[in-house]
């Protein structure tokens, strides 16, 4: 997820692990996993605890936690909600498929009319309905800092793809170049999905 939003250091810290575990990893899947290790009670109940407060904790870029009395910072307060993020790159990035179909699916699974689902699954319900203008807002959002980062990715190092959806591994299961430009997927949305 940070990896496919540019969410990450260049040069230092992240690059310069020589193994990009993260490069298959979307961050739901991440918390799915650990909602699913607490639901299946495959460790104690002092563990499961700590697994519930982690999950119940906003993701953050922080490394050290923060002072008493102080709030993390929230990455999804700087760069956006992760289900929708991980979902476009899903669908747009692994699939192939084009913003406005991209944006069609992903406001009929968290869009805010009556026959959308509630929930992609029973272990990560989504907490909040979208609009199609904020659909289309946080797709067009995320088509600007994909692109626009692809030369961290290029630079990152080697990593796993552990789903069947991808990995963004720049020697493996991706490769873009890192001076290409969003103009033509930025296009199809506007034409094609209304503010």
């Given at each position: 997820?940070?990896?496919?939003?540019?969410?990450?250091?260049?040069?230092?810290?992240?690059?310069?692990?020589?193994?990009?575990?993260?490069?298959?990893?979307?961050?739901?899947?991440?918390?799915?996993?650990?909602?699913?290790?607490?639901?299946?009670?495959?460790?104690?109940?002092?563990?499961?605890?700590?697994?519930?407060?982690?999950?119940?904790?906003?993701?953050?870029?922080?490394?050290?936690?923060?002072?008493?009395?102080?709030?993390?910072?929230?990455?999804?307060?700087?760069?956006?909600?992760?289900?929708?993020?991980?979902?476009?790159?899903?669908?747009?990035?692994?699939?192939?498929?084009?913003?406005?179909?991209?944006a069609y699916l992903a406001y009929q699974?968290?869009?805010?009319?009556?026959?959308?689902?509630?929930?992609?699954?029973?272990?990560?319900?989504?907490?909040?309905?979208?609009?199609?203008?904020?659909?289309?807002?946080?797709?067009?959002?995320?088509?600007?800092?994909?692109?626009?980062?692809?030369?961290?990715?290029?630079?990152?190092?080697?990593?796993?793809?552990?789903?069947?959806?991808?990995?963004?591994?720049?020697?493996?299961?991706?490769?873009?170049?890192?001076?290409?430009?969003?103009?033509?997927?930025?296009?199809?949305?506007?034409?094609?999905?209304?503010?």
């Open positions: 997820s940070e990896l496919a939003l540019g969410w990450c250091t260049y040069g230092v810290g992240d690059q310069m692990s020589h193994y990009n575990v993260n490069a298959g990893v979307p961050k739901t899947l991440v918390r799915a996993m650990i909602a699913w290790v607490i639901a299946e009670k495959l460790f104690d109940d002092e563990t499961s605890q700590t697994l519930a407060g982690i999950l119940n904790q906003p993701s953050t870029p922080e490394l050290v936690p923060s002072g008493h009395g102080q709030s993390a910072r929230s990455t999804e307060e700087q760069i956006g909600p992760y289900e929708l993020h991980d979902f476009f790159l899903y669908h747009l990035v692994f699939r192939g498929i084009s913003p406005s179909q991209t699974a968290f869009g805010e009319s009556p026959e959308a689902p509630r929930t992609l699954s029973p272990d990560s319900p989504s907490e909040v309905n979208y609009s199609l203008a904020e659909v289309r807002g946080w797709l067009e959002f995320f088509l600007k800092r994909f692109f626009s980062s692809q030369f961290k990715r290029s630079a990152a190092p080697n990593g796993p793809m552990i789903t069947q959806g991808g990995s963004l591994s720049p020697r493996g299961a991706w490769q873009m170049p890192s001076d290409v430009s969003a103009a033509v997927w930025l296009a199809e949305l506007s034409e094609n999905v209304p503010e």
